[in-house]
């Protein structure tokens, strides 16, 4: 796309858009060449000198189970956030849908938990199953669970995926009522008339023309399950306990800053790179041909 | 509606209710928190009903900040809820102003690289704070930008979204006023400010409901770049408190500071909605 008009000047539009290009290169372009550098690199004892290790840093991350046992953490975990997250909102949807009336209302009423921060998001859910005042805690004590999710690695995980998709569901709500709205009420009428119950109706008529709104949720909530928890993880279990909470973008934080293995969490920005990198071809590719039915 | 089936109708909006209630739920719950002493959150399980002090306990967080044994110091939550402030507000306005620019650049002028340039700006989609997290600290620390606003936000305000946002709009925006404005003899700045800029003006309102919940919600950049208390923001400080290690906890003073950390962002929502979810769709496409 072009536009047929345009003004002639032969400096002016380096300068306007210098300030973006700058900040680009500075603070995105350099770090992330610096970071595929230093993939290859380690420093001696002393961190003074630094030399060439070729994919020893890689090899190293393959070979730790701490690493190898992250990647399943995040994979169990992006998958728990995205199937409830969506099926429950997908229910919600369907259901705001059907109703002639409230919808806006039910609309207002929940999209705002999309502009809680995950870190207050953990604290709030934190609280609320914090063993001692926390409710949900005294609850699941009353049913007969030994409840602290501090000390039990299955809990914590489960506390992080409630935290983490609560906050999620307003935008995927949102987005599959808007979907629902989008498709033509006679389609709906024309199955009605064929003599398609609403169950039959949803799944053969409805569901298929959602799924392109499906397949867009579903890749964005990967990507947020991936590198947007870092707050949920940080403000409620620290990654623990023993490492059981510990996703990839925690881990890359933790080794960088807390444990000082620049090499090995380079390596790390690395493998995370390539994998938003895959997710964001995935999302292009599906968005340049649209589903058509 | 096709069939009519008002017991199905009942259930759907009972079923929209009761998700509402569980929605919100956490955060009653830190509003309660919130109104009761120390003594009473301290029960178990704590109280259901509201108490009495949450304008004390309020008042506590705002100007006093909780007391944690074995943590010295706390920050009141106004010098938070400021930092906070400026920078969501420096992020939003900064995006917007350098993606208008750039836009305006890509758009509206023929130069060598321009296609160059618009990829680079694409392709910073794929490099989150997270994928180079050490570099670009090193990067600010470098800079001299450590515990300083500028450090917290210049390397924020990079946009391939707004941008995109912008162009896709100038792009609808008919040929004829640029020859008018030039038959008038106006300049490209001249077109820019009193042409463009005003007719963009509901897309820079949704642009700035998202950038500002984007910037108000930053965890991990805070958490390298402002070491100092007096560059935190108010949701680090809500993420470091909640597991303070061997802190004695005032939950009702913590809790009635989460519910300030989420207080403005969810009122820019709720008042601004009709922007909010245009940003939102339109961000996306």
Redesign the interface.
Known sequence: ???????Q??Y???L??A???A??????????S??VV?SVLREDAFGTRSYFVGLENFIALFEDEYYLNSFKITALFSTLVTTIGLS?SL??AV??D???R?TTA?K?????????????A???????FLP????F???LLQAGVDWNFHLNGDQAMFVVVVAAT?KQ???NF??FL?GLQSIPKSL??AA?IDGAG?IRRFWTVVFPLLSPTLF?LVV?NVVYAF?ET??VI???T?GGPAKSTEIL?YK??YD??EAQD?GG??AQ?VI??VI??AL?VVQFRYIERKVHY | ???RRPV??AF??L??VA??VI?????Y??VI?ASHTIQD??????P?LPGAELLENTARALFDGPQLVGVSGSTPAIVLMMNSLIMAISIAVGKII??L??A????????PL?NF?FW??F??????V???????Y???ADLGLLDTYTGLV??L???ATA?FLFRQFF?TVP?EL??AARIDGA???R?FFDILVPLTRTSIAAMFVIQF?YG??Q??WP??IASDYKYQTI??A??R???APDAFYE?PV??GM?VL??LP??L???LM?RW??KG??ET?K
């Open positions: 796309m072009e536009k047929r008009v345009v003004f000047n032969r002016l539009p380096y306007l858009i300030p973006q290009i900040i680009t290169i500075i603070f995105f372009f350099w770090p992330a610096q970071a230093q429950l229910l919600l259901t705001a059907r109703l002639v409230g039910y207002t009423l929940l999209i705002w938990p999309y502009a809680v921060a995950p870190a207050v953990g604290a709030l859910w934190g609280f609320v001692g005042p926390g409710i805690a005294w609850l609560w569901i307003s935008y949102l987005f808007a709906i009428e009605a609403p867009f964005v590198f870092f707050g940080h403000s409620l620290r973008v890359v934080w960088g800053f620049l969490s380079a920005s995370l790179m938003v990198i964001t | 509606m096709i069939e199905a109708n759907g909006h079923m929209l998700m509402i929605v919100a739920f956490p955060i719950l830190a928190a959150v301290s029960q178990t399980p704590m259901l350098i993606s620019l750039s305006f650049a890509i758009v509206y002028f023929r130069f321009k340039f680079m700006i392709i910073t989609l794929m490099l989150p997270e994928v180079r997290i050490i570099p670009t090193k990067i600010v210049l390397p305000i990079a946009s941008t792009m040929d640029v020859e300049g490209p700045m077109f919940i108000w919600n965890y991990l958490l390298l949701v680090l809500i993420g408190l909640i597991r939950w913590i809790m989460a950390a989420l962002p969810v820019v929502v709720v909605q909010f979810v939102l769709v996306e």
